[in-house]
T-cell receptor, first 115, second 113 residues
Protein backbone atom coordinates (compact mmCIF):
# COMPACT_ATOMS: atom_id res chain seq x y z
CA UNK A 1 0.00 0.00 0.00
CA UNK A 2 1.63 3.21 -1.23
CA UNK A 3 -0.55 5.46 0.92
CA UNK A 4 -1.93 7.21 -2.19
CA UNK A 5 -5.66 6.71 -2.70
CA UNK A 6 -7.65 7.22 -5.88
CA UNK A 7 -11.38 7.15 -6.44
CA UNK A 8 -13.26 5.79 -8.20
CA UNK A 9 -11.53 2.57 -9.15
CA UNK A 10 -13.55 2.17 -12.33
CA UNK A 11 -15.60 4.64 -14.33
CA UNK A 12 -17.72 3.99 -17.39
CA UNK A 13 -19.23 6.93 -19.19
CA UNK A 14 -20.38 8.07 -22.61
CA UNK A 15 -18.72 10.28 -25.18
CA UNK A 16 -19.23 13.98 -24.59
CA UNK A 17 -19.58 13.58 -20.83
CA UNK A 18 -17.46 15.04 -18.05
CA UNK A 19 -15.88 13.13 -15.16
CA UNK A 20 -13.80 13.96 -12.10
CA UNK A 21 -11.07 11.71 -10.76
CA UNK A 22 -9.91 12.18 -7.21
CA UNK A 23 -6.56 11.59 -5.56
CA UNK A 24 -5.38 11.83 -1.96
CA UNK A 25 -1.59 11.91 -1.62
CA UNK A 26 0.48 10.25 1.08
CA UNK A 27 0.42 12.02 4.38
CA UNK A 28 2.94 14.86 4.27
CA UNK A 29 3.50 14.81 0.51
CA UNK A 30 3.01 18.19 -1.11
CA UNK A 31 3.52 17.21 -4.76
CA UNK A 32 0.84 15.46 -6.78
CA UNK A 33 1.31 14.18 -10.32
CA UNK A 34 -1.22 12.86 -12.82
CA UNK A 35 -0.39 10.29 -15.50
CA UNK A 36 -2.35 8.63 -18.28
CA UNK A 37 -1.62 5.10 -19.43
CA UNK A 38 -3.36 4.14 -22.65
CA UNK A 39 -3.31 0.64 -24.13
CA UNK A 40 0.25 -0.46 -24.94
CA UNK A 41 1.62 2.91 -23.92
CA UNK A 42 3.90 3.94 -21.14
CA UNK A 43 2.78 6.39 -18.52
CA UNK A 44 2.31 9.84 -20.03
CA UNK A 45 2.84 12.70 -17.62
CA UNK A 46 -0.11 15.08 -17.59
CA UNK A 47 0.41 17.66 -14.88
CA UNK A 48 2.01 18.32 -11.48
CA UNK A 49 0.83 20.36 -8.53
CA UNK A 50 2.89 21.40 -5.55
CA UNK A 51 1.19 22.73 -2.44
CA UNK A 52 -1.79 23.97 -4.39
CA UNK A 53 0.04 25.49 -7.33
CA UNK A 54 0.58 24.11 -10.79
CA UNK A 55 4.28 23.24 -11.18
CA UNK A 56 4.68 21.45 -14.48
CA UNK A 57 2.58 20.55 -17.44
CA UNK A 58 3.01 17.63 -19.79
CA UNK A 59 0.86 16.25 -22.57
CA UNK A 60 -2.42 17.40 -21.08
CA UNK A 61 -5.27 18.20 -23.45
CA UNK A 62 -7.15 21.47 -23.15
CA UNK A 63 -10.29 19.45 -22.34
CA UNK A 64 -8.54 18.24 -19.18
CA UNK A 65 -7.85 20.31 -16.10
CA UNK A 66 -6.69 19.66 -12.58
CA UNK A 67 -6.43 21.37 -9.24
CA UNK A 68 -5.01 20.74 -5.81
CA UNK A 69 -7.00 21.80 -2.78
CA UNK A 70 -5.83 23.22 0.58
CA UNK A 71 -6.05 19.75 2.15
CA UNK A 72 -3.66 18.65 -0.66
CA UNK A 73 -6.04 16.26 -2.37
CA UNK A 74 -6.22 16.70 -6.12
CA UNK A 75 -8.87 16.30 -8.78
CA UNK A 76 -8.45 15.69 -12.49
CA UNK A 77 -11.39 16.87 -14.59
CA UNK A 78 -11.91 15.37 -18.03
CA UNK A 79 -14.57 16.94 -20.23
CA UNK A 80 -16.05 16.40 -23.69
CA UNK A 81 -14.86 12.85 -23.42
CA UNK A 82 -13.83 10.92 -26.52
CA UNK A 83 -13.33 7.20 -27.06
CA UNK A 84 -9.57 7.77 -27.11
CA UNK A 85 -9.65 9.07 -23.55
CA UNK A 86 -10.27 5.53 -22.32
CA UNK A 87 -7.20 4.73 -20.23
CA UNK A 88 -5.80 4.14 -16.78
CA UNK A 89 -5.24 7.38 -14.91
CA UNK A 90 -2.66 7.31 -12.15
CA UNK A 91 -1.98 9.80 -9.46
CA UNK A 92 1.39 9.89 -7.70
CA UNK A 93 2.78 11.93 -4.84
CA UNK A 94 6.22 12.78 -3.55
CA UNK A 95 7.83 14.73 -0.77
CA UNK A 96 10.30 16.53 -2.98
CA UNK A 97 9.80 20.14 -3.81
CA UNK A 98 11.59 19.88 -7.14
CA UNK A 99 9.78 19.85 -10.42
CA UNK A 100 9.82 16.06 -10.48
CA UNK A 101 10.35 13.97 -7.35
CA UNK A 102 12.82 11.19 -7.79
CA UNK A 103 10.73 8.77 -5.83
CA UNK A 104 7.06 9.04 -6.61
CA UNK A 105 4.44 6.93 -4.88
CA UNK A 106 1.62 5.83 -7.14
CA UNK A 107 -2.01 5.18 -6.38
CA UNK A 108 -3.83 2.12 -7.76
CA UNK A 109 -5.27 4.10 -10.66
CA UNK A 110 -8.72 4.84 -12.05
CA UNK A 111 -9.76 2.90 -15.13
CA UNK A 112 -11.86 5.12 -17.37
CA UNK A 113 -13.90 3.57 -20.15
CA UNK A 114 -15.63 5.89 -22.61
CA UNK A 115 -18.33 4.22 -24.70
CA UNK B 1 9.10 11.11 -30.31
CA UNK B 2 9.76 8.45 -27.73
CA UNK B 3 12.70 9.52 -25.62
CA UNK B 4 12.76 6.43 -23.43
CA UNK B 5 12.51 3.11 -25.22
CA UNK B 6 12.02 -0.38 -23.93
CA UNK B 7 12.22 -2.32 -27.16
CA UNK B 8 11.50 -5.79 -25.82
CA UNK B 9 7.87 -6.05 -24.71
CA UNK B 10 8.40 -9.23 -22.71
CA UNK B 11 11.02 -11.48 -21.11
CA UNK B 12 10.74 -14.96 -19.66
CA UNK B 13 13.40 -16.45 -17.37
CA UNK B 14 13.78 -19.46 -15.12
CA UNK B 15 13.61 -19.00 -11.37
CA UNK B 16 17.08 -18.56 -9.91
CA UNK B 17 18.59 -17.22 -13.13
CA UNK B 18 19.43 -13.63 -13.97
CA UNK B 19 16.88 -11.29 -15.53
CA UNK B 20 18.26 -8.44 -17.62
CA UNK B 21 15.84 -5.70 -18.61
CA UNK B 22 17.09 -3.10 -21.07
CA UNK B 23 16.22 0.52 -21.69
CA UNK B 24 17.53 3.06 -24.19
CA UNK B 25 17.13 6.82 -24.17
CA UNK B 26 17.77 9.61 -26.61
CA UNK B 27 17.97 12.73 -24.46
CA UNK B 28 21.46 13.31 -23.07
CA UNK B 29 20.06 15.90 -20.63
CA UNK B 30 18.37 13.29 -18.41
CA UNK B 31 19.93 13.44 -14.94
CA UNK B 32 18.24 10.55 -13.13
CA UNK B 33 17.00 7.17 -14.27
CA UNK B 34 14.52 5.03 -12.41
CA UNK B 35 12.91 1.63 -12.58
CA UNK B 36 9.36 1.02 -11.44
CA UNK B 37 7.61 -2.31 -11.04
CA UNK B 38 3.90 -2.77 -11.61
CA UNK B 39 1.64 -5.66 -10.65
CA UNK B 40 -1.81 -6.03 -12.24
CA UNK B 41 -4.48 -3.79 -10.69
CA UNK B 42 -1.87 -1.84 -8.74
CA UNK B 43 0.02 1.36 -9.35
CA UNK B 44 3.73 1.33 -10.23
CA UNK B 45 6.13 0.92 -7.31
CA UNK B 46 9.55 2.56 -7.21
CA UNK B 47 12.31 -0.03 -7.40
CA UNK B 48 15.71 1.58 -7.86
CA UNK B 49 17.28 4.71 -9.33
CA UNK B 50 20.65 5.88 -10.59
CA UNK B 51 22.13 9.31 -11.04
CA UNK B 52 23.62 10.17 -14.40
CA UNK B 53 27.00 10.69 -12.72
CA UNK B 54 27.15 7.04 -11.64
CA UNK B 55 27.43 3.86 -13.67
CA UNK B 56 26.08 1.35 -11.18
CA UNK B 57 23.69 1.22 -8.25
CA UNK B 58 22.88 -1.88 -6.29
CA UNK B 59 20.06 -2.70 -3.88
CA UNK B 60 19.81 -6.30 -2.79
CA UNK B 61 18.96 -8.48 -5.75
CA UNK B 62 18.53 -5.46 -8.02
CA UNK B 63 21.36 -3.66 -9.83
CA UNK B 64 21.02 -0.91 -12.38
CA UNK B 65 23.83 -0.21 -14.82
CA UNK B 66 24.13 3.01 -16.80
CA UNK B 67 26.19 3.40 -19.98
CA UNK B 68 26.00 7.09 -20.82
CA UNK B 69 28.01 6.88 -24.02
CA UNK B 70 25.56 4.30 -25.38
CA UNK B 71 22.55 6.02 -23.77
CA UNK B 72 21.59 2.65 -22.36
CA UNK B 73 20.65 1.34 -18.95
CA UNK B 74 19.81 -2.11 -17.73
CA UNK B 75 18.23 -3.63 -14.66
CA UNK B 76 19.67 -6.92 -13.43
CA UNK B 77 17.70 -9.12 -11.06
CA UNK B 78 19.70 -11.92 -9.47
CA UNK B 79 18.43 -14.43 -8.57
CA UNK B 80 15.03 -14.04 -10.22
CA UNK B 81 12.01 -15.15 -8.20
CA UNK B 82 8.43 -15.90 -9.31
CA UNK B 83 7.28 -12.88 -7.28
CA UNK B 84 9.34 -10.69 -9.60
CA UNK B 85 6.87 -11.39 -12.41
CA UNK B 86 5.47 -7.96 -13.23
CA UNK B 87 5.71 -5.10 -15.73
CA UNK B 88 8.89 -3.06 -15.35
CA UNK B 89 8.98 0.57 -16.45
CA UNK B 90 12.14 2.50 -17.13
CA UNK B 91 11.86 6.25 -16.50
CA UNK B 92 14.13 9.24 -16.87
CA UNK B 93 14.07 12.70 -15.36
CA UNK B 94 14.91 15.78 -17.35
CA UNK B 95 16.66 18.84 -15.96
CA UNK B 96 15.63 22.43 -15.45
CA UNK B 97 12.28 23.45 -16.87
CA UNK B 98 11.73 20.00 -18.33
CA UNK B 99 12.32 17.89 -15.23
CA UNK B 100 9.26 15.70 -15.56
CA UNK B 101 9.56 11.92 -15.58
CA UNK B 102 9.44 10.28 -19.02
CA UNK B 103 8.46 6.61 -18.97
CA UNK B 104 9.08 3.78 -21.40
CA UNK B 105 6.25 1.45 -22.44
CA UNK B 106 7.31 -1.27 -20.03
CA UNK B 107 8.59 -4.85 -20.20
CA UNK B 108 6.55 -7.79 -18.92
CA UNK B 109 8.82 -10.12 -16.97
CA UNK B 110 7.70 -13.71 -16.33
CA UNK B 111 9.76 -15.81 -13.95
CA UNK B 112 9.04 -19.51 -14.40
CA UNK B 113 9.19 -21.72 -11.27
Amino acid sequence: DSGVTQTPKHLITATGQRVTLRCSPRSGDLSVYWYQQSLDQGLQFLIQYYNGEERAKGNILERFSAQQFPDLHSELNLSSLELGDSALYFCASSTEAGLAGIKQYFGPGTRLTVT
Amino acid sequence: DQQVKQNSPSLSVQEGRISILNCDYTNSMFDYFLWYKKYPAEGPTFLISISSIKDKNEDGRFTVFLNKSAKHLSLHIVPSQPGDSAVYFCAARGTGANSKLTFGKGITLSVRP
